[in-house]
């Protein structure tokens, strides 16, 4: 067993990135979320660039973290799958952010994205994330929600402690 780790970035703190603070507005708190995988390699989207993948550490001042247990064969089927969307140049769409923001639709285009419909697309090709969920309407606090969900419900049922009955008479 292993783990991928999902970064999600909370602009409080930036005092320049305004469409960061719009995006975190309309759907608090986060703006941005990577996916970072066991050798550090981070895969995510920008605007204005295409997918790419790269080795990062992330400042947990304004990174927030959800780390999800995966098997080997998911981790190495989603790095399989972050791989092939660098290698296509996928671009970035900010039609398809501000769709899953709003109620306007979006095209189903495979060749532009958004970071938190990139994550939910790699999660949910290896089962980490439900098959009904609409990621092209997953913002990155919609996300980071449904991760932390998953998480509470994959978590095991807290130990119960018994207590004995004496039937002595």
Not at 128 to 149: F, N, Y
Request: proline fraction near 6%; aromatic fraction near 8%; include cysteine.
């Amino acid at each position: 067993m292993t783990e991928i780790r999902v970064w999600f970035y909370n602009p409080c703190s930036d005092s320049s990135g305004w469409v960061n603070k719009l995006v975190s507005r309309l759907d608090p708190p986060y703006c941005h979320c990577e996916l970072q995988f066991a050798d550090d390699v981070s895969c995510s989207i920008y605007m204005g660039s295409n997918v790419l993948m790269k080795r990062r550490t992330f400042d947990d001042t304004c990174y927030d973290c959800v780390r999800l247990p995966c098997t080997v064969l998911q981790h190495s089927a989603m790095y399989a799958a972050a791989s092939a969307f660098t290698q296509a140049q996928v671009q970035f769409s900010t039609a398809k952010m501000t769709g899953c923001l709003t109620w306007l639709p979006t095209s189903s285009d495979s060749s532009s994205t958004f970071c938190s419909k990139l994550c939910a697309d790699i999660m949910q090709g290896v089962s980490i994330l439900a098959p009904g969920v609409e990621t092209g309407k997953t913002s990155p606090s919609q996300l980071h929600r449904l991760l932390q969900c998953k998480l509470q419900l994959d978590a095991p049922p807290p130990a119960v402690r018994g207590i004995a009955i004496d039937f002595r008479t």
